[in-house]
């Protein structure tokens, strides 16, 4: 068996030797490298063949640039939905304190608006705290976190920002009983503030507005007066907003409006409310005369059985 030859035979020798092709075109590049370097004489050729190859490039970029896309596509997906969970995480974390924002900024707003009233009587004024409600369906009463201990008495005023709430009427050590004015024992002085006309508010129990009793038919007022206390009991000081009218009827025949308010104070919501101080004590109501004969009657007959 004949060895197969290393050389390629005669018939397929054609063209110079690799090394050959290798040195020529080292060379011819080389010198074109110069050439081009020296005096930019291929600056054409090289414009030309970019514009000829471009859209080749740009064809051959596309496959990689598809995926660069889907790959970032997928990225910002995977980013947004980081981010949109811990934005929810936030959210769920934060909610409760959200919830109890409006709250927190009424109270606020409330407790400065009786910061600023107890700076306008803040002689003798004590600030309570509503602890509950008393047991009785059928009165309109609160009990408060101060007592006798703060120096508080029965018959004092208990006002919020908005107006009158109601009076002490029982002081224990600690806390104190309030009977609301919507209470169907209890009654305010007020008069009309734009007209001045005079009255008492009366409650009228558990869902019923309070009213104005005892006033005639062609008493000046109207839906929309605003009642403030009159000061005429001793009880509470003149000028505090007691209610608003809502509602009057005068019927031909009767001898009195019937005449609805609305209380303006908070007496089923607030919190936080005022004791005044008791005003200043009223001089002694002077006797009538039917009054003072039947007490002059009474010394007599008295002088007479001790005699």
Known sequence: ??????????????????????????????????????????????????????????????PGEALDSVAAYFASKRDLERDNERLRSELIAQSPAAQGYVPARDENARLKALVDLKATHAEGSTVVQVLYTGRDPFAQK??????????????????DEHGVVGQLTRVHPTMSEVTLVTD???????KAERSGVRSVLYGAGTGRTPELRFTPPSADVRVGDRLVTSGLDGTYPPGLAVAQVTRVERETGQMFARIECAPLGGVDRSETLLVLAPPAALPPRPEEPAEAEAARKGGRAKARRGG
């Open 184 to 190: 169907k024992d209890h009654a305010v002085p007020v």
């Open 142 to 159: 609160v009990f408060v976190s101060r007592g006798r201990e703060a120096g508080l008495v029965p018959g004092s005023a208990v006002i």
């Open 1 to 62: 068996m004949r060895p197969i030859p290393a050389e390629p035979p005669p018939f397929f020798r054609r063209g110079p030797s690799a090394l050959a092709r290798v040195t020529f075109f080292g060379l011819a590049s080389i010198v074109l490298l110069f050439v081009d370097a020296r005096f930019r004489y291929l600056e054409d050729v090289r414009q030309a063949a970019g514009a000829i190859l471009f859209p080749l490039q740009r064809l051959v970029r596309v």
